[in-house]
């Protein structure tokens, strides 16, 4: 089993709507969550963190969290074209280290 | 202030070589952790060192080692090249070892031929 799944995609959203992107992990004991945002050929840029459950917002990007259901997500408000990368979402395990855990990412189109 | 900064930012090998890929972590930061990220994959963790001291090691052969310097900056290195090895490698820096969140380098991109 998958330590931390995503749905592959494409994700096809028209530009001006929202993106929702999703993510699941197995690791119940897990603290710490990333998205990350990756364009063809270059490394993942952070662009969201969340520790607590409930929802955190920074300008467009809203980033959710469920630790009950193991479950973390993204919405992007308003996409834009320059948003089409492929999005990975990385969990923090706890045992003094930090070691991110990603998944395989999803790549998000957005169309004019 | 610079960031984390990775050379060289491309390299082409053979089967069977070795090579040495650098990092030097973002100014006062004394951890650094090393990812590997295969084409349409998301990035596999290698290892992470603190104060000059392996802390962390992810499920790669022993092929694969590393060490950090006085300085923190950091070297992996990989021995017996084999195709598979091709990947993106990435560089992270923290402060301590439980810091959050990490930033990566540009990385390196390196092509087994």
């Known amino acids: 089993q998958k330590e931390v799944e995503q749905n592959s995609g494409p994700l096809s959203v028209p530009e001006g709507a929202i993106a929702s992107l999703n993510c699941t992990y197995s690791?119940?004991?897990?603290?710490?969550f990333f998205w990350y945002r990756q364009y063809s050929g270059k490394s993942p840029e952070l662009i969201m963190s969340i520790y607590s459950n409930g929802d955190k917002e920074d300008g467009r990007f809203t980033a959710q969290l469920n630790k009950a259901s193991q479950y973390v997500s993204l919405l992007i408000r308003d996409s834009q074209p320059s948003d089409s990368a492929t999005y990975l979402c990385a969990v923090g395990l706890s045992g003094g280290y930090n070691k991110l855990i990603f998944g395989a990412g999803t790549r998000l189109a957005v169309h004019p | 202030d610079a960031g984390v900064t990775q050379s060289p930012t491309h390299l082409i090998k053979t089967r069977g070589q070795q090579v040495t890929l650098r990092c030097s972590p973002i100014?006062?930061?004394?951890?650094v952790s090393w990812y590997q990220q295969v084409l349409g994959q998301g990035p596999q963790f290698i290892f992470q060192?603190?104060?000059?001291?392996?802390?962390g090691r992810g499920n790669f052969p022993d092929r694969f080692s590393a060490r950090q310097f006085p300085n923190y900056s950091s070297e992996l290195n990989v021995n017996a090249l084999l195709l598979g090895d091709s990947a993106l490698y990435l560089c992270a820096s923290s402060g301590t070892p439980g810091d959050q969140p990490q930033h990566f380098g540009d990385g390196t991109r390196l092509s087994i031929l």
């Open positions: 100014s006062g930061h004394k951890s």
């Open positions: 060192y603190y104060e000059k001291e392996e802390r």
């Open positions: 690791d119940r004991g897990s603290q710490s």
